[in-house]
């Protein structure tokens, strides 16, 4: 029995002592995996030390405090972390290894003058937790530039060679520092911070409760300060690694759009400055959020950024400026954008848009319910077609030379921005009567663009406008009892390129109450050349287009009796004495019309009948007899009005 015990006794010390020679072991293996992984950054000129290590080899649990890494010869980072806890580590194999729980604390990075702009920025999470982690054994080599692009994309190197079940972080703060450019300085706090199913720099969701941000914003005179706060934050499908294509020099001849983001969401928002606004989103939406690395180039942005604020640049430096700018945004692709109900609140009052929205090309804002000098502003939507906010900055940055008027092309280049434009339901008040304009729709659409002026247009209105009592124009309206205009306008116009034809139809003008009119011209041997911004090849151009044809037709929905009743009062007689009056002055033109040309008489005879009876339609078509240039014909004209007439063959008629 006693060599029994003293056996047990043995045994138990002997098994202790294996144990403590296997912690001890396992304990160097694991400060030699440590030290050979830091060892890693100081042969690429970083600095990079740690202090206590730990490690439990019957719950794997590996524990490294202190650590310090100035990754780089002449880095511009500086990365501190409290503490690094692995529960459940395991090497997979020679160069990556597994862990059940990574539980770091007090993680920082430091950038210190970074770029023109000589940035200043942190970095802080207290907490941070990663789950069924699985990573490389050693980092990869640290680049040696500091640059911004250089530091984010050795980053993203290495977020893409790990993968995790979930990531979670209660808090991380960013902040920034770039008071001597026009970034000004600030804070970003989030809260909540959680990621899902992390896989070789993907991710299938990530959440963040809130973010709080502060901004210094630096400007001429009175300095700004923008407070925001931005709730329920999610992201879904994040691709790191089309990041990193964006940002690797190497990637720029290529031409493909990697997909970002599918999904970006957020709100309710709410943004204030200390200058009296304040601004409330209920939330906002992108979706298929994708980057071309030939054009989609950070990097080069960031090198605009100016570095003195008081010296203005010259304009080939604005235009090289907006030119890089539009390329940027060329190479940025966004599928929608949705922003939800908003309020601004200034100082003046609130404006308020029930949405903005982005899709397919088209921007449009809807809802909008604004105050105004003059009264409340309301607009159902405004719409632009086929927006490009690259074209947008090339188009502006023609507007770059100081001091000088831009050239017609330059104007009309904005036809290359967009293809149309619509109003609809718009309700504001008149600036001279504060009575309401209501405008029902406007849309504008044009396409067909010969250099940047457009071959081919369409015009659709319908308004009311209140006549204005104090536009001599409009007082013979308003004496009649007209106190506002209800307009229907048509207009289309077309180039044919096989035919060289130039046709305006149907173009028709409906005022409510007062008439109706419709105007059909066609014109033959128009020339591609006279769309052109020059004006002497424009003349030039001109004088060879022959008219063909023109057809103008009018219906009297009031207006000849309204056009009686004034010249009435106006002559205190009677309105049958005034129709009569009119009448015998339209027929006094025709001997001298008929004779040089007897249809011509035919057409005064129409025009007297359609004043004498109301509610008529009178329908004029003019046709050369013989192929002559339109601007010839318009100087006969002007000339020689009767004798004119003598070219033409017209046709005249009138009825109910």
């Known amino acids: ?42 042969k690429q ?75 200043n920025a942190s970095y802080k999470i207290p ?21 911004v692009s250089d530091i984010y994309r050795y980053v993203l190197g290495q977020y893409a ?49 809130r973010a709080v941000f502060t901004i210094d914003v630096p400007q001429p005179g009175k300095q700004d300060k923008l407070t925001g706060d931005l709730s329920n934050i999610i992201v879904n499908e994040f691709d790191a690694t089309a990041i990193a294509a964006v940002l690797d020099p190497d990637k720029t001849g290529d031409d493909g759009y990697y997909r970002v983001y599918r999904q970006i969401s957020a709100g309710p928002y709410v943004l204030k400055s200390t200058q009296g606004m304040r601004m409330d989103i209920d939330g906002i939406t992108f979706e298929d959020v994708a980057a071309q690395p030939s054009k989609f180039r950070p990097a080069e942005i960031v090198a605009l950024m100016p570095t003195d604020r008081s010296v203005l640049p010259t304009s080939a430096q604005s235009r090289d400026m907006m030119e890089k700018l539009a390329g940027f945004y060329d190479g940025l692709r966004i599928g929608k ?70 050239s017609p092309d ?41 250099g940047s002026i457009p071959s081919k247009a369409h015009l659709i209105a319908k308004f009311v406008t209140p006549t204005d009592p104090s536009d001599p124009k409009q007082l013979p309206l308003v004496l009649s009892g007209i106190d506002k205009l209800a307009i229907d306008l048509d207009l289309g116009a077309a180039w044919t390129e096989s035919s060289n034809s130039f046709n305006l139809t149907p173009a028709t003008l409906d005022i409510g109450g007062i008439a109706s009119a419709q105007l059909r011209i066609t014109l ?39 056009a009686v009743t004034q010249n009435a009062r106006g002559r205190n007689v009677s309105r049958d004495e005034a129709r009569r009056t009119f009448v015998d002055s339209v027929r006094a033109y025709r001997a001298d019309v008929a004779a040089a040309n007897p249809e011509a008489g035919t057409a005064v005879d129409a025009i007297a009948s359609f004043v004498e009876t109301p509610g008529q339609t009178l329908v004029i078509k003019v ?21 004119t007439l003598a070219q033409f063959k017209i046709e005249a008629s009138t009825g109910l």
């Open 1 to 42: 029995m006693k060599g029994i015990l003293i056996g047990l006794i043995a045994l138990a010390v002997l098994g202790a002592g294996g144990s403590f020679g296997f912690n001890l072991y396992a304990k160097y293996r694991a400060t030699t995996e440590v030290e050979a992984a830091f060892e890693q950054i100081r």
């Open 45 to 119: 000129g970083g600095k990079a030390s740690y202090g206590k290590i730990e490690f439990d080899v019957m719950s794997r649990t590996l524990r490294v405090d202190d650590i310090a890494v100035t990754p780089g010869n002449e880095s511009q980072a500086q990365i501190k972390i409290a503490g690094i806890k692995g529960t459940g580590v395991r090497l997979l194999d020679q160069s990556s290894f597994s862990a059940d729980n990574i539980d770091v604390t007090g993680f920082e990075v430091a950038l210190n003058q970074v770029g023109p702009a000589k940035l």
């Open 127 to 147: 907490q941070l937790t990663l789950r069924d982690y699985a990573g490389p054994l050693h980092a990869g080599n640290v680049p040696t530039g500091g640059s």
């Open 161 to 209: 060679r790990v993968t995790a079940s979930s990531v979670t972080a209660p808090a991380l703060t960013m902040s920034f520092d770039a008071s001597g450019s026009a970034a000004g300085s600030g804070e970003v706090a989030y809260s909540g911070l959680a990621i899902q199913n992390l896989k070789h720099g993907k991710f299938d969701a990530m959440k963040a409760d």
């Open 337 to 406: 954008i949705q922003v939800g109900k908003t309020s601004i609140s200034m100082p003046q009052g609130t404006a308020r848009i029930n949405a903005v929205r982005y899709r397919g090309g088209e921007f449009a804002i809807e809802g909008v319910d604004t105050p105004t000098p003059q009264g409340q502003f309301k607009m159902e939507r405004f719409a632009l077609k086929s927006f490009s906010a690259a074209n947008l900055m090339r188009w502006a940055a023609g507007f770059s030379n100081h001091g000088q008027a831009p």
């Open 410 to 450: 330059q104007v009309l280049g904005l036809f290359r921005v967009l293809e149309g434009a619509e109003i609809k339901g718009v309700v504001a008040p008149d600036k001279n009567t504060k009575r309401l304009i209501t405008i029902d729709t406007m849309t504008l659409e044009w396409g067909q663009l010969i």
């Open 524 to 562: 033959s041997n128009v020339p591609r050349e006279l769309f052109s911004a020059d004006p002497a090849q424009f003349m030039g151009r001109a004088a060879q287009v022959e008219a063909v044809a023109l057809e103008f037709s009018v219906r009297d929905n009031g207006f000849v009796d309204s």
């Open 623 to 643: 046709t050369p007899r013989t192929k002559v240039p339109l601007m010839q014909l318009m100087q006969l004209f002007n000339a020689d009005p009767e004798g």
